[in-house]
Every structure is written in structure tokens, then in C-alpha cells.
């Protein structure tokens, strides 16, 4: 099931949907779907969409998971542990991505780029990785969403499975930061809107959180499916 909450803030809208859904805040996935700056005449709220994590939904939104970057695996060095399979089940979830890379027709060295409570990072380092990744991450993604299905026939549903080749994920991250802000940018100038490319929940939550706190701008997502577009508004300052 899919559940959609309002609040002040995001947290306001988190917390509003653990506690009628009975879930701790690391149960669920949050898709920030619109935000709404508060001003002298009118309240300002956060519409977000909860994912429960035990649900078929969280199998559909597996693209949504980040790898953690450079300053977080310096502080944190246990993130980029043993490249190896640690247990029986890394090792059965490195021998899958291999196998169904390699019957695509690629060569493809598989190891574990990190782990996190919930969560492993598995590196693709292949002389093909421009064909793995794909436009946008989508042919990763397809990937990444079949590991997770595969760790969830495992008996490992809660356990999150995030595919990176070539530092994609980081990269890609990076870029639409930097293009929600000149976005938030073009639309002030205009004073009208702009809609974004099609995104996985993940990225638009990160363009929708970027812009947050940006007064005269407003997000929300539009269209059906998993990858919707973002459209990024000029509101004014009031």
C-alpha cells in the first residue's frame, strides 16, 4: 500500500505517518511529492507519499537507495570494508549480478563497495560500463531492481541491495543538485515554471529537498509511474 501525508514540514509529515501507521521512521520510504512555503496570508505545508518497506512497494522504489560519498566513507571507514562476500548471502547476491550481467553479454567484476545497517553497495567494474549504466542510471536501475527482487526470494526483504558502476550514483547526485539550483535560477528570472526529466523517487526527493528552504520557489511532482517529473515553480516572496 501507498499512504500520503501533509505537514508543516517534512518531519511534521514523517512523524504524522509513523504514528498513524504505527511504524518506526525506518519502516517506511518518503517521497516528497510537494512542498509549500508559508507566508503572511496563506500556511505553508509538505505533501509527502510513505512507502512501507514490507510491502511490494518497496521492491517497485529499489532505485531510490544512494551510495554515501567520498567525505562520508573517510569518516566512516567501516563503510568501505572487505570487497568480499562476507556470508552466504553476499556471496549468493555477488554471484547473481555477475551471472546476469555476464549473460547480457558483458564481462563484469562484481565486489561489495560498502555496508550499512539495511543496506550493501555492490561495485560494477566492466569495460562496458556506459552500456550497464545506461541514459539516466535506467538500465542500472533495472539491474538494481531485479538484485533486490532476487534478495527478497532470499528472505531478505528488508535488506537493500544499491548497484554503482564508475562512481554513477555519486555523479549523478551531484548533477541534479547543481540543476535544481539553476533551475530555482531560470525560474525566478521567468517568473513561471520549469518541468524537470523524469526521475526515480530517489532524485526527487533530492531536488525537491535541495529547493526546500528556497523561499520564492516551490516543487511538486507530476505524472504516473516511478519515474515522474519535478516541476519547479516561482511563487514570489510575500
Not at 570487497?83 to 549480478?97: D, L, R, T, W
Not at 528488508?158 to 547526485?173: G, P, Q, V
Amino acid at each position: 500500500m501507498i499512504y500520503e501525508y501533509e505537514g508543516k514540514t517534512e518531519k511534521d509529515a514523517i512523524e504524522k505517518a509513523a504514528q498513524e501507521l504505527g511504524l518506526e521512521k525506518d519502516q517506511f520510504d518518503v517521497e516528497i511529492l510537494e512542498t509549500q512555503k508559508g507566508s503572511l496570508f496563506k500556511k505553508g505545508y509538505v505533501k509527502i507519499r510513505v512507502h512501507p518497506v514490507d510491502s511490494q512497494d518497496h521492491v517497485v522504489g529499489e532505485c531510490e537507495g544512494s551510495v554515501p560519498n567520498v567525505t562520508t566513507r573517510a569518516q566512516n571507514p567501516s563503510l568501505v570494508a572487505n570487497p568480499m562476500p562476507q556470508n552466504e548471502f553476499e556471496q549468493k547476491i555477488v554471484e547473481f549480478v555477475k551471472s546476469m550481467i555476464t549473460k547480457m553479454g558483458y564481462d563484469v567484476a562484481v565486489e561489495v563497495m560498502f555496508r550499512e545497517d539495511k543496506k550493501i553497495g555492490i561495485k560494477l567494474t566492466s569495460s562496458s560500463s556506459p552500456i550497464l549504466i545506461g541514459r539516466k542510471g535506467k538500465n542500472l536501475d533495472a539491474m538494481q531492481l531485479l538484485t533486490n527482487v532476487y534478495a527478497g526470494h532470499l528472505g531478505n526483504e528488508d535488506m537493500r541491495i544499491i548497484l554503482d558502476s564508475e562512481n554513477y550514483r555519486i555523479r549523478r547526485e551531484e548533477s541534479l543538485v547543481r540543476l535544481a539550483y539553476v533551475t530555482a535560477d531560470k525560474v525566478r528570472q521567468s517568473r513561471t515554471s520549469v518541468l524537470l526529466e523524469p526521475m526515480n523517487p530517489y532524485e526527487r526527493r533530492l531536488v525537491h529537498t535541495t529547493l526546500n528552504d528556497i523561499p520564492d520557489i516551490e516543487t511538486k511532482s507530476e505524472g504516473d509511474g516511478l519515474y515522474k517529473q519535478v516541476r519547479v515553480i516561482f511563487k514570489g516572496v510575500r
